[in-house]
């Protein structure tokens, strides 16, 4: 925890420090909340995690007073002069430039670096697919331009979209569910 502390905020702490034992348990919490995705494969049990919602609530206000500290932290810093070499201030530099609100899109970096790696995974493991892929943009695209046209390539529009199958990006990894049966475009989904 201490190294994702100082890339993130510049910060270290010992064990003994009480931001440190602050960050354990709310890390603790956070797993003891999500394991409940049983709800999700059982939605009959929901009535039993009613209570889950509102501790939800709670550790998210929670978790934006306590890393909002630490934010504030780097800000100050940032005004007397003494920048932390840390990713928040990076982020906090950035957000002072950013007039296209660019910065909004950060979440998506982790799920985009997932996706990608596991494509390389994937394609390191079965080189006829990347044969294949590579085909395909040679012939519809050529290589000296980036694609624009997705319609052209349906066998990388196919592999993408296997890749989201096979591998969820999503951290937690939990495959979700209907409630019920649906048809959509004459698709039965179950």
């Known amino acids: 925890m201490n190294v994702i502390s100082l890339i993130v905020f510049g910060k270290s702490f010992t064990k003994d420090d009480a931001d440190y034992r602050l960050i354990v348990q709310i890390t603790v919490d956070f797993f003891v909340l999500i394991r409940n995705v049983l709800e999700e494969f059982f939605p009959f049990l929901s009535v039993l995690y009613r209570g889950a919602v509102d501790r939800s609530v709670k550790m998210q206000l929670l978790i934006q007073k306590e890393f909002g500290r630490f934010v504030d932290e780097v800000r100050q810093a940032r005004k007397e ?72 390539l349906p066998y990388i529009h196919a592999f993408i979209t296997e890749l989201l199958r096979f591998r969820v990006p999503t951290w937690v990894g939990v495959p979700h569910s209907n409630l019920k049966d649906e048809e959509y475009k004459g698709c039965h989904i179950p």
């Not at 928040?88 to 007039?99: G, H, M, P, S, V």
């Not at 660019?102 to 970096?109: G, P, R, T, V, Y």
């Not at 294949?132 to 046209?149: M, V």
């Open 81 to 152: 002069g003494n920048e932390r070499k840390c990713a928040c201030n990076e982020y906090l530099k950035a957000q002072e430039t950013d007039t296209e609100g660019h910065l909004n899109d950060i979440a998506s970096i982790n799920t985009s670096s997932v996706v990608l790696m596991n494509g390389i995974i994937m394609l390191a493991r079965q080189p006829e697919v990347q044969e294949s892929a590579f085909a395909e943009i040679k012939a519809n695209i050529g290589l000296d331009r980036l694609p624009n046209d997705m319609d052209d």
